[in-house]
């Protein structure tokens, strides 16, 4: 990251927990293009501050924050005071105190709040990522602040840990509709590109979809605009999973690799539908699921894509890479490729001296390709489209 972020005085733990500059500024240019009501902005438990700085900025309202950790509390401070202008920061201001316990907390009585944000901690030391680890816990502090929105007509986004199973997200998904019941509910699913989600989050009432009720976001590593949203009327957990039925290629087939934190978010259905695309998956596990094309996907935005390879299958062989590149380098030079990129599971150590290796017998000049391993073990050689 840049040293001029805005960010850059939040260090040590607190960095690990905040959100990152980038991130929170994308989601503040959602919301501000959903034109929610006039108010005040609420953080109930929040930490470093950049998120609410970040929608505090972009929607132009003054804001206020609880944290109750006095060390970021003045952390939060700071946030707010680098990055609000004059007039919207001499409204706004951190409170230490504990947002479950509302009567401790003085806010003027005239307040009315048009986005209530929270991002619990979730302790590191425990794994089982349970609603009531978080802390605080979500639903007893949205069932304490739920009436302090602006009437029907408030938002909420809450943050959660991208590790919550399909069950306990059911389970939170009812706790939000019983205390909640006139709030529409949209869980996103998001990823920086790494392979996995990074956050989940659902956004209830003024910022949820009129019919989306999921969506999966792939941020763009440095132009906010160009993130990728595939948004669904369904919930991931509401389509039936069926077995992958063919998983055999053949050559002259179009193979693609697909971003595997579009199928964690469970979305990989709506992804199609949305580029008008055919075909079947052989794969949807793991860090490389395949998707073989029946009908062209067309990618817009070519430079950022779900898609990290697509190509023509040329040839499929029976082989061990860990007895080396020999066979590739035939196919290679048959189908006049110089490269020819190894897109498969290899052991660390092993990785470089093949890769090289293959790179240094192929032909000078010529097309480009990848070998990737497919269900049956085989290895596909293709040509890059
Ligand atoms: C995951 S962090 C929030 C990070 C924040 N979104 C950011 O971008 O920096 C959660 C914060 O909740 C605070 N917290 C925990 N329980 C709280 C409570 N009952 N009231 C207020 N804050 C609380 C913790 O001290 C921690 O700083």
């Known amino acids: 990251m840049s040293k001029n972020l805005p960010d850059k005085h939040i260090i040590g733990t607190l960095k690990q927990l905040s959100t990152p500059w980038l991130i929170a500024l994308e ?23 950049i998120q609410l700085a970040a929608y505090s900025s972009q929607l132009n309202m003054p804001c206020i924050g609880i944290e109750l950790d006095p060390e970021r509390a003045v952390v939060s401070k700071n946030t707010l005071d680098g990055i609000l202008n004059q007039d919207i920061n001499s409204k706004s201001k951190i409170i230490t105190g504990n947002c479950l316990k509302k009567d401790e907390i003085n806010l003027e009585n005239n307040i009315h709040f048009s986005l209530i944000h ?18 605080p816990n979500p639903i007893d502090a949205l069932e304490i602040w739920k009436n302090e929105l602006i009437k029907n007509r408030g938002g909420i986004i809450l943050d959660l840990s991208p590790r919550l199973s399909k069950e306990q997200c059911i389970e939170l998904k ?7 019941p006139d ?17 989940l989050s659902v956004w209830l009432g003024s910022v949820a979809g009129e019919n989306t009720k999921s969506r999966y976001v792939r941020n ?16 991931p957990w509401e389509n039936e999973t069926l077995p992958l039925e063919n998983t055999n ?5 179009t193979l693609s690799i697909v971003d595997p934190a579009l199928i964690s978010s469970g979305l990989e259905n709506a992804w199609l539908n949305s580029k008008n695309s055919e075909g079947r998956w052989i794969r949807k596990s793991g860090r490389r699921p395949l998707f073989i094309q029946s009908k062209k996907l067309i990618e817009d935005g070519e430079n950022y894509s779900l898609i990290s390879e697509s190509g023509i299958i040329r040839s499929i062989i029976e082989h061990n890479i860990d007895h080396g590149v020999e066979p ?31 790179d240094r017998n192929l032909i000078d000049f010529g097309g480009v390709g990848f070998v990737v391993e497919l269900p049956n073990n085989k290895l596909a050689i293709c040509t890059k489209i």
């Open 27 to 49: 989601r503040a240019h959602r919301v501000k293009k959903m034109n929610i009501d006039e108010g005040f902005i609420l953080d109930l438990a929040c930490g470093s501050g």
């Open 118 to 135: 929270l991002d619990p901690a979730r302790p590191t030391d425990i794994q089982a990522h349970t609603i009531s680890e978080m802390e």
């Open 174 to 180: 009812d706790e939000l509709k019983r205390i909640l």
């Open 183 to 199: 709030y529409k509910q949209t869980w996103e699913w998001s990823s920086q590109g790494r392979g996995r989600v990074d956050r």
């Open 220 to 235: 763009h590593p440095k132009e906010l605009q160009k993130s990728i949203v595939i948004e669904s009327e369904q919930l």
């Open 249 to 253: 290629v053949e050559v002259g087939e």
């Open 328 to 358: 590739l380098i035939e196919i290679g030079k048959k189908f006049e490729l110089k490269k020819l990129t190894l897109r498969l599971k290899i052991s660390p150590e092993l990785q470089p001296n093949l890769q090289s290796k293959l």
